[in-house]
């Protein structure tokens, strides 16, 4: 961005509009002893040309040429360059929120082209304009719940992202919405059924699971959903990895889903901006937070779009809001709305296929060295896997690192009882030889 800096004569101009013969007389009010009457300690001035040096050689050091196998809820895909060459267009860059829905009829139909293909990948009937991430939403499909059940509390499972059950009980602790965590069952990694159907009462609202898991393992949605219903409570089903319904059966059994569409055509970027979801069951339209965007025709029959839904502190009553965001990611939307338009339903099979044979080859490869052995081996799973080593995580990974490899992320802050795990994770930009110079490197770290 280019610093255009005002004039002298400007500067004079602008203080005899407020009544100041110079800057000095703007800090008159600031006692004396507590002016800076000496310059600034800052390197000079740099020219345009200087600082763009600066900063060419600045980003050598940057780390490049480094194989990734992290994961966790953030997932390296490729992105086609179409995205950003569309989402820069200054009608879509700079349009903030539409608040004055029906003359940003653009955004309107990019919009609701995203929320049709949500419905679609999801299985649920109706999809809100998006969320500010995966960990927000999930919260947010909560506290719907308690708002359609009148129930006061929740059951989650210990599966789902460590992360994303932090940003929960911060919503729910001012919302008088406790919640309840089910463990894990220890062969699978799935969440313990039985565990699971003694939490559930008369007073849960909904049950909370992830498939795929914060383990890369699917849960049996169906079986969860039918402890849940058994007893008034919903199913919620959050999805960290949207990739994944390119292959693995939608949790149609579910009330509402919660989803991360990171992985369709939004940078990791150091963690954001991402764009959550929202999807549910048509019953529950008008419990759902945020926006919807709906297709009408006007007065002379041609279509267009409106918003339909406006539940948000600024549209209508505090009283009345079912949520308090203040925007959408409607720019984010629409990346993940341009790449699934790009790949098409066969594209997102194909990919999802191919992340899922990168993943198996990487966990067969990898558990196959010394001193290492694979979790929850004989559970379905998508593109994350876990590893258990003989030496520690840390150790590991300095070994790695020092071949440009980055390894997989230690669990023990969150899964104590896992011992020296790891959390693998391949997509389709990790390739065979990375995987493979992944094992030797991980073979040779052992054996130290």
Known sequence: MRYLPKSDAER???????????????????????????????????????????????????AVGYASFLGAGCYRHYRPVIIDSLVQRGEFLTSYTPYQAEITQGTLQA?????????ELTGMDVANASMYDGSTG?????????????????????????????????????????????????????????ALEAAITDETACVLVQSPNFFGVIEDIPAIAELA????????????????????????????VSMEAQSFGVAISYGGPF?????????????MPGRLVGQTTDADGYRGYVLTLSTREQHIRREKATSNICTNQALVALMATIFLTVYGKQGVRDLAVQNLAKADFAAKTLSAQNGTKLLFAKSPRFHEFVLQ????????????????????????????????????????????????????????????
């Not at 009544?19 to 310059?39: C, Q, T």
């Not at 219903?229 to 509402?256: R, T």
């Open 12 to 62: 004079v101009d602008m203080l005899a509009q407020i009544g100041a013969r110079s800057i000095d007389d703007l800090f008159e009010v600031i006692p004396a002893e507590y002016r800076l009457k000496r310059d600034l300690d800052v390197p000079r001035q740099m020219a345009e040309s200087e600082i763009i040096d600066y900063f060419k050689q600045a980003s050598t050091k940057n």
């Open 111 to 119: 919009i609701f082209e995203f929320q049709t293909m949500i419905c």
């Open 138 to 194: 999930a919260a947010e499909a909560v506290m719907m719940a308690a708002r359609i059940t009148g129930r006061s509390n929740s059951v989650v499972a210990a599966t789902v992202h460590p992360e994303y059950r932090e940003v929960m009980t911060t919503y729910a602790q001012h919302q008088g919405l406790p919640n309840s965590v089910v463990g894990y069952d220890a062969e699978t990694g799935r969440v313990d059924l039985k």
């Open 229 to 256: 219903h058994a007893k008034g409570a919903l199913l919620v089903v959050s999805i960290a990895e949207a990739v994944s319904l390119g292959v693995v059966k939608p949790p149609i059994e579910a009330d509402i």
């Open 275 to 287: 764009c959550g979801v929202i999807a549910a069951k048509e019953k529950y339209l008008r419990q």
């Open 389 to 448: 080593t003989s030496e520690a995580p840390s150790v590991l990974n300095g070994h790695l690192l020092e071949k440009k490899i980055i390894g997989g992320l230690d669990l023990a802050k969150w899964y104590p009882k896992l011992g020296n795990a790891t959390l693998w994770c391949a997509t389709e930009l990790n390739t065979r030889l990375q995987i493979e110079t992944a094992a030797e490197a991980l073979a040779a770290a052992v054996a130290v």
